[in-house]
């Protein structure tokens, strides 16, 4: 049964994904785009984030999680466009990550401004995973 899981899934895509969502991370939370606004929302300086050597590892490995879960996801519902590829990767990050995301963020005291920026992220690499995968399957 966990073996049937796996039929279909396209490991490549499931690598490439995982980079080019660590590579919208890197753009999304870059100075160009959201880095002041984000350490803002934490309410903290640059130099406190420290190295961001364990947390990249840490993003690395939850990426290739998530991108193995959304091509067992596309296998599973037949998916054969772009369209149905992003179709699912935000069907699958507003049920899990986003409302999940909300649920920590209140209870934890965080601002919505940071629940924002976060998920938007979050939201942006579900897409790139999607659409790489599904450009490789």
């Known amino acids: 049964m966990i073996a049937a899981m796996f039929e279909g899934v396209t490991w490549l895509g499931v690598l490439l994904g995982m980079i080019g969502a660590m590579a919208w991370g ?3 939370y870059s100075p160009v785009l959201f880095m002041k606004a984000w350490i ?17 590892i840490n993003a690395a490995i939850m990426n290739l999680i998530v991108a193995l879960g959304l091509n067992i996801v596309m296998v599973m519902h037949g998916v054969t466009t772009i369209g149905g590829a992003i179709g699912n990767a935000v069907f699958l ?13 209140r209870y934890n005291g965080m601002s919505v401004k940071l629940s924002a920026i976060n998920a938007g992220n979050t939201l942006g690499a579900y897409v790139v995973m999607g ?7």
């Open 26 to 28: 890197s753009l999304y």
């Open 40 to 56: 803002a929302a934490m309410g903290k300086t640059p130099e406190e984030l420290g190295n961001p050597v364990k947390a990249l």
């Open 93 to 105: 990050w507003v049920v899990f990550c986003l409302s999940t995301e909300l649920l920590h963020d």
């Open 131 to 137: 659409v790489i995968i599904q450009v490789l399957r």
